[in-house]
């Protein structure tokens, strides 16, 4: 026989009722998360720091060189501001047919076979005869064409005046030229004009590809 002490009978039951109410609530704390659980959810936020989309590649491409230029033209109608003698001031000459080439790259090439520029001074007649080739470097915008460097040069001037030969100058090879012309360029005619007194006609030739 235990020692224990023996629990009135109500207190029994007493505990009983308190055990079975414990287990309800529990019971009940059970059925309000599942029906918390049942409840939509909402989206998962988003995490700080994600990575932003790669940005896209730069398709842009540099803006070539007018069409219309590019190609091979002769001059038909020119008149050019010459320092022909010096301690005078450049004089007007007259000339025609000195060939153009202007390439896509910014290169070009300006040749002579015997051009002969007329003028005249103090009412003598004056003649400046060129032969050789040029090359250069060139830019252009839709209006001015830029000549750059001389980036060799195989060609010679000879002056003429009433007395015959006066002197032939070789144009030196590499030397900054750096002369900037308004232009206007239409399918086969260019006319090419400058502020100094410069003006010229060329026509397109056949000798290098044709655009524009």
């Known amino acids: 026989m235990?020692?224990?002490?023996?629990?009135?009978?109500?207190?029994?039951?007493?505990?009983?009722?308190?055990?079975?109410?414990?287990?309800?609530?529990a019971a009940g704390g059970l059925t309000a998360v599942v029906l918390a659980d049942d409840r939509p959810r909402q989206a998962a936020p988003v995490v700080a720091g994600r990575a932003s989309?790669?940005?896209?590649?730069?398709?842009?491409?540099?803006v070539g060189p007018p069409l219309c230029l590019i190609g091979s033209?002769?001059?038909?109608?020119?008149?050019?501001?010459?320092?022909f003698y010096n301690g005078v001031d450049p004089l007007p000459m007259v000339t025609s047919g000195r060939a153009y080439e202007f390439r896509p790259d910014g290169t070009g090439t300006e040749r002579m076979d015997n051009v002969v520029f007329h003028g005249t001074y103090q009412g003598n007649a004056l003649r400046l005869v060129g032969n050789g080739i040029i090359e250069f470097?060139?830019?252009?915008?839709?209006?001015?064409?830029?000549?750059?460097?001389?980036?060799?040069?195989?060609?010679?001037?000879?002056?003429?005046?009433q007395r015959g030969l006066v002197e032939t100058q070789t144009i030196p090879s590499e030397q900054v030229r750096h002369e900037v012309d308004d232009y206007a360029c239409q399918g086969t005619q260019l006319v090419e004009s400058n502020s100094r007194g410069y003006r010229s006609v060329w026509a397109r030739t056949a000798g290098f590809g044709v655009y524009g």
């Open 137 to 161: 470097t060139w830019t252009a915008t839709d209006k001015a064409i830029t000549y750059g460097t001389q980036t060799k040069a195989e060609f010679t001037w000879a002056y003429y005046d």
């Open 2 to 25: 235990s020692d224990s002490p023996r629990l009135p009978a109500r207190s029994v039951v007493v505990v009983l009722f308190v055990v079975a109410a414990c287990a309800v609530l």
């Open 73 to 83: 033209w002769r001059t038909v109608e020119e008149q050019v501001m010459v320092k």
């Open 53 to 62: 989309p790669t940005a896209r590649a730069d398709t842009t491409r540099p």
